[in-house]
């Protein structure tokens, strides 16, 4: 876990219910969980091996070791999980080093909770370099702290990221909304028992008790974020 400003207090001073604002990185903030398919076909293809476009909805979202670990036990590469993590980050460092796009109203959100002085983090199955790398376009100043994949001992679909981000931030994780895009991602947040805004990506998810479901970022803003805290059971 990283910390770029020091962790603030644990409610905004209008009282609201809302403590912090716990975002995923890719497909939720920026638009790359194209890129990391497009790496991996890519990176396949060079082993000799085709990927079946059905495995996508597997394979998006989850942590590099449970993703790289299907594709090679599916395929039957001759490549070692190991191996295939360091293709796989160099081959997406290279895309984004050419194209970062962001999801539409992911600035605008991130200036809105900034100027409101929202306790923000960054949560994302990605490993660090590359959190750090899309930092850079991103904008590091929006973040209280940021949470990478190989800084715990269990990434998503396991709730320790967000409990780690709550607990950096001086927050409750019941009073947290959660931005995400995948069900692992959703996974992890209700596990970790805070409110969730499911902004699905790749594959269709189900609205629940503690998840509200949108489909664009463009829909989500303070307000809308202050309001989970009052439907809360």
């Given at each position: 876990?990283?910390?770029?400003v020091?962790a603030?207090g644990?409610?905004?001073?209008?009282?609201?219910?809302?403590?912090?604002?716990?975002?995923?990185?890719?497909?939720?903030?920026?638009?790359?969980?194209?890129?990391w398919?497009?790496?991996e076909?890519?990176?396949?293809?060079?082993?000799?091996?085709?990927?079946?476009?059905?495995?996508?909805?597997?394979?998006?979202?989850?942590?590099?070791?449970?993703?790289?670990?299907?594709?090679?036990?599916?395929?039957?590469?001759?490549?070692?999980?190991?191996?295939?993590?360091?293709?796989?980050?160099?081959?997406?460092?290279?895309?984004?080093?050419?194209?970062?796009?962001?999801?539409?109203?992911?600035?605008?959100?991130?200036?809105?909770?900034?100027?409101?002085?929202?306790?923000t983090?960054?949560?994302?199955?990605?490993?660090?370099?590359?959190?750090?790398?899309?930092?850079?376009?991103?904008?590091?100043?929006?973040?209280?702290?940021?949470?990478?994949?190989?800084?715990?001992?269990?990434?998503k679909?396991?709730?320790?990221?967000?409990?780690?981000?709550?607990?950096?931030?001086?927050?409750?994780?019941?009073?947290?909304?959660?931005?995400?895009?995948?069900?692992?991602?959703?996974?992890a947040?209700?596990?970790?028992g805070?409110?969730?805004?499911?902004?699905?990506?790749?594959?269709?998810?189900?609205?629940?008790?503690?998840?509200?479901?949108?489909?664009?970022?463009e829909?989500?803003?303070?307000?809308?974020?202050?309001?989970?805290?009052?439907?809360?059971?």
């Amino acid at each position: 876990m990283t910390t770029t400003v020091p962790a603030l207090g644990t409610r905004p001073a209008d009282g609201s219910a809302l403590q912090a604002v716990l975002l995923d990185m890719d497909g939720t903030l920026v638009d790359t969980e194209g890129f990391w398919w497009d790496v991996e076909v890519e990176t396949f293809a060079g082993l000799g091996h085709a990927l079946d476009e059905s495995w996508r909805h597997v394979v998006v979202g989850g942590p590099m070791s449970r993703s790289a670990g299907f594709l090679i036990e599916a395929t039957g590469a001759d490549i070692t999980v190991a191996e295939l993590t360091v293709l796989l980050n160099q081959g997406f460092e290279d895309r984004i080093d050419r194209a970062l796009p962001l999801m539409p109203g992911a600035s605008r959100l991130l200036a809105e909770l900034a100027a409101h002085e929202v306790p923000t983090a960054l949560v994302s199955a990605s490993h660090r370099r590359i959190i750090d790398r899309v930092l850079g376009t991103l904008g590091s100043e929006y973040f209280a702290l940021t949470v990478a994949g190989d800084e715990v001992a269990r990434t998503k679909p396991h709730p320790d990221p967000y409990l780690l981000a709550a607990a950096g931030l001086g927050a409750e994780p019941s009073r947290c909304a959660v931005v995400e895009d995948t069900a692992t991602g959703v996974a992890a947040a209700e596990a970790a028992g805070c409110r969730v805004v499911a902004v699905p990506s790749v594959a269709p998810i189900a609205a629940g008790d503690r998840r509200t479901v949108v489909d664009s970022l463009e829909q989500v803003d303070l307000a809308f974020l202050r309001g989970l805290m009052t439907e809360m059971p």
